[in-house]
């Protein structure tokens, strides 16, 4: 693990550059929340455009063009223009998928106005890199791209000429981290999204033959959030009160969009962040192996579903395992899965100094450990079973 590196000496001007008043979906609130972190830890200003009162006719032309020509650059996007006024030392964007990047066209010299600028993509898969192409050219613009799926970061480089990281999602433990690792958990299994349906019927069954507590999701379509923070501050609760959390592959059972691409998410993150015990399915790549580099990051089910269940109620009725899962868990979390360790990630290949806010963050991490430490003096330090990625 390397050293932090030196404090800023005089606070750098961070503009963040925000979807949140374009995107009420559900699963942009893990990207606004990395905002908020950021906006707290730098001297940072968010700049959230809204839609334009006209009709949104005008960006539905600009989306088709992107996909054929470099002309969608001069069809509006239908937002909120505004010019920026003064200078910033780095402008960053998050974007979920690479149509976002067509909002850009709010601020006409946001180019002019910053010294570097990092993109962060956070969903991009390699079978899409043709149909985005033009789109995904204009990412040149920026100094940093980073991508949340590994095996699309070395494409996104040719196509743009520009350097690439991969960038996985990660949780505000501040938010997610619960009060003591021992705290009441009476969801015995949360399953949220996407689910496998052979396990799921069978997990109905047995919870329900158990007396037991299956959370999981009813909606058919994607959902909203009104205010990003209340969802995952909810989302927080249910996983802190739950004690097992089912993760999966990216996009399973969707094949006709993954293509082969093998890739994962922030619910690989959010689980251990509440304290949860995970299982279920993750990938065996390098860069999932980086990041979760101990045994007890995921308990891999079987796919076989009548095992798969075998192994859950195993779990379930050993207390003292899942109490050690969590502990482990809970500490590896602190240290290398929290939004700020991201945020390092960017300003190390930026080399670009850290704010006096990133090293207060960081040792509030490290109390929020400790305090779990001293829950249980027999408790092994379980910072020492894991790397930083």
Known sequence: MTSPAPSAK??????????????????????????????EIENAEILAP???????????????????????????????KTKL?????????????????????????????CGLAVCVLEEVWSKELDLHLPLLKYLA??????????????????ITGKPVIHLPGAADMVRFAPEAATSDRPIDVYYMGRRRPELHDRLLQKIKERGGFYLYDSATKPPVAAQHRVHRDLLAN???????FMVDIAKIGH????????AWGPRHVEGIAGGAAQVGYAPETEDYERYFDWPESVVRLSEDPNAAIDQIVALLDDTAELDRMRRINLAAATQK????????????HLQMPQTDGM???????????????????????ATKLVSAP
Not at 10 to 33: A, H, K, M, W
Not at 52 to 78: I, M, Q, T, V
Request: proline content about 4%; hydrophobic content about 35%; aromatic content about 10%.
């Open 10 to 39: 005089t606070p750098r001007e961070v503009l963040i550059f925000s979807q949140r008043s374009l995107n009420d979906n559900v699963s942009r609130c893990s990207g606004f929340e990395f905002e908020d972190v950021i906006a």
């Open 50 to 80: 809204k839609r334009a009162k006209e009709r949104r006719l005008p960006f539905n032309p600009k989306r088709w063009l992107s996909k054929r020509s470099d002309l969608f650059r001069h069809w509006p996007s239908g937002v909120q």
């Open 85 to 113: 006024d003064r200078d910033y030392d780095l402008f960053f964007c998050d974007a979920q998928k690479p149509e976002e990047l067509l909002a850009l066209d709010a601020i006409s010299n946001w180019r002019a106005r």
């Open 141 to 158: 613009q920026f100094d940093l791209i980073c991508c949340a799926f590994a095996e699309t970061c070395d494409d996104l480089q040719r």
């Open 238 to 244: 249910l996983v802190q009160h739950s004690k097992l």
């Open 255 to 262: 094949e006709d969009q993954i293509k082969g691409n093998i």
């Open 337 to 348: 899965h929290d939004w700020l360790h991201r945020w390092t990630q960017i300003l190390d």
């Open 359 to 381: 090293a207060k963050r960081r040792q509030h991490l490290a109390n929020i450990a400790a305090g779990y430490r001293s829950d249980d003096p027999s408790y092994t330090d």
